[in-house]
């Protein structure tokens, strides 16, 4: 199978949210990427919820498992080629499930804000540990190893999206997190692209 085509996957998933991010957050009358969650724009009751749902997470959930898939065909000769593909393949399907999880209006306590909820820790949580597993698994790699640093920096800054103070504005300091997620998704997939290229 053409891993690159996986690759691409995995490049087109941080471009297709930023893209989707600007032009359903421009379509949404009071909304500001500053101050509002990226959920708000698919929760009950949002203009545009059911096309920011099927593009916003779940086709973008969709090209992250994808690239897993790349991810998984490249590194089965590596140590940790099961646990790094696995947890972005992980990390993919709960971005996917923000899609028919979708809050409800105000995150108003729910069954399904609750699922939408477990859909961000299923989501968020296995990026944590792959960017720091990552670079443990891949040191023995000449290749991958030239991004463990790049792979620490994002975990750090992730988990330091926690920590935010609460007088931050809300929308930007969950795209903190959520820039260190989908730039890692980005540069390794590129990093995967060209190693594949290498080859012919």
């Known amino acids: 199978m053409n891993v690159k085509r996986f690759a691409l996957c ?5 471009i297709v949210f930023a893209l989707a991010l600007a032009i359903f957050s421009l379509m949404s009358p009071g909304y500001s990427n500053l101050t509002n969650a990226v959920s708000e724009l698919g929760m009950t009751g949002a203009p545009y919820a059911l096309a920011w749902n099927a593009i916003g997470f779940v086709l973008v959930g969709a ?19 099961t646990i790094v593909p696995l947890l972005v393949a ?8 923000l899609g028919p999880f979708y809050a409800e209006a105000g995150f ?3 069954l399904r ?3 939408h909820f477990v859909m961000v820790s299923v989501n968020f949580l296995p990026f944590i540990l792959v960017a720091f597993i990552f670079p443990a698994k891949m040191k023995g790699n000449d290749y991958w190893k030239k991004w463990a ?8 800054l992730a988990v330091a999206s926690f920590f935010i103070p609460k007088t931050f504005p809300l929308g930007l300091s969950q795209r903190i997190g959520m820039g260190a997620n989908f730039l890692w998704l980005f540069v390794t997939s590129l990093a995967l692209f060209r190693k594949q290229s290498e080859k012919f």
């Open 90 to 97: 992980i990390s993919g399907l709960g971005f996917a499930g």
């Open 149 to 156: 640093l790049f792979s620490v920096v994002m975990g750090i």
């Open 63 to 81: 090209l992250t498992i994808a690239y897993a898939w790349g991810l998984r065909l490249d590194m089965r000769r590596v140590s940790g080629s």
């Open 113 to 115: 804000t609750t699922l």
């Open 10 to 14: 995995g490049m087109l998933a941080p």
């Open 108 to 110: 108003q306590p729910s």
